[in-house]
């Protein structure tokens, strides 16, 4: 047998299961007991099952993208895929992920076990749902052909900065996405943002629909809720080096439990999530021979791509070097992807 390849797992976050995702539980989740566990905690909390929103027989924004749900099926997505990949094959080195896919991240390293890395992601989402607090927006910096544009960057977040300064406007980073600004504030700063960012293919500056505003000083009443609900015993030691929203490893066997903590239900819930440091450290730091972008959805994987373009990963400064690579000898694996998945997942 050939030498095992590398990878980083990067675990998706909200927004990722949609119309296209429908059933995907029922198609890929290999652990049937597992997941009658996450259901059963939901029917605990009054809430519907995830193999009932996953079997319905359409989608619905309104019930699918509602944070109480989301959040489960993206977790429980997310899980399954990762239990699925051929060990014999892969070797994960690494695992990050983007906003609330941290929680799944943290399940996924085994900081905390399955059932308690659901109860997580669970828990926030639904605490986010219930209170709501303002809202998101996504608006890209790069161009078609993902060049560095710092300076474009520098530009948009002094647009934001003067915006924020308003009186009762609240506007701030996010989420760093690769060559996306995800910014969050109540809705005059969003709509401030609208009115003058100048629009980008007919689309941008795009709504998030059902999303608050993650990653701000907004949410502390939500992070407060959450670490009165959720105790610093469910978390342990990664088993897997984790690399947080800040570029931060949380290695094993040198991690504190309570700091691991302290840290996804305070600075990840009130701070901007740096997602592009994060995939730029596990780059840099592990070197890995691939990214594997667990599903649900397929969206993440551009996000990816253009982190690794702007830390100059492997000589890459644009698409084109990006897709050429891809070519000749993959660096991305999208397990959304049929295809893709194959490549990495036990047959």
Request: glycine fraction near 10%; hydrophobic fraction near 45%.
């Amino acid at each position: 047998m050939s030498a095992r390849k590398t990878a980083v797992l990067v675990c998706p976050g909200r927004g990722t299961y949609n119309k296209d995702e429908l059933g995907y539980l029922a198609r890929h989740f290999p652990d049937s007991t597992l997941l009658a566990a996450f259901n059963a905690q939901r029917a605990a909390m009054g809430q519907e099952a995830l193999s009932e929103l996953d079997g319905a027989e359409r989608f619905s924004l309104a019930r699918h993208t509602r944070g109480d749900n989301a959040s489960g099926l993206i977790f429980a997505a997310t899980f399954g895929d990762a239990m699925a990949i051929d060990r014999d094959r892969i070797e994960i080195v690494a695992i990050t992920g983007n906003s609330m896919g941290w929680y799944s991240a943290l399940a996924c390293a085994g900081a905390v076990t399955p059932e308690d890395g659901f109860a997580i992601a669970n828990t926030m989402g639904t605490l986010m749902q219930e209170a709501l607090i303002g809202g998101q927006l996504v608006y890209p910096f790069v161009g078609a052909e993902w060049q560095v544009a710092a300076q474009r960057k520098a530009a948009l977040l002094d647009l934001v900065a003067t915006i924020n300064a308003r009186a009762e406007h609240d506007l701030m980073l996010s989420i760093d996405l690769g060559g996306m600004l995800v910014l969050a504030g109540n809705e005059a700063g969003l709509s401030a943002f609208d009115q003058l960012a100048e629009p980008v293919d007919g689309r941008f500056p795009m709504r998030l629909g059902n999303h608050a505003a993650f990653h701000t000083p907004l949410q502390a009443p939500v992070a407060h809720q959450g670490r009165t609900m959720l105790p610093s015993e469910l978390f342990g030691q990664p088993q897997v080096p984790l690399i947080d929203g800040r570029g931060s490893i949380w290695w094993p066997h040198a991690t504190e439990p309570a700091k691991l903590w302290n840290y996804t239900l305070g600075h990840q819930v009130t701070t901007n999530y740096d997602f592009t440091r994060a995939v730029t450290v596990a780059a840099r730091e592990f070197a890995p021979d691939l990214f594997i972008v667990t599903g649900p959805g397929t969206t993440l994987g551009s996000a990816v791509a253009q982190s690794l373009i702007l830390a100059g990963w492997r000589g890459m400064a644009g698409k084109a070097d990006f897709k050429a690579r891809q070519a000749s000898e993959p660096l991305l694996v999208s397990m959304g992807m049929p295809d893709q998945r194959r490549s990495v997942a036990r047959r």
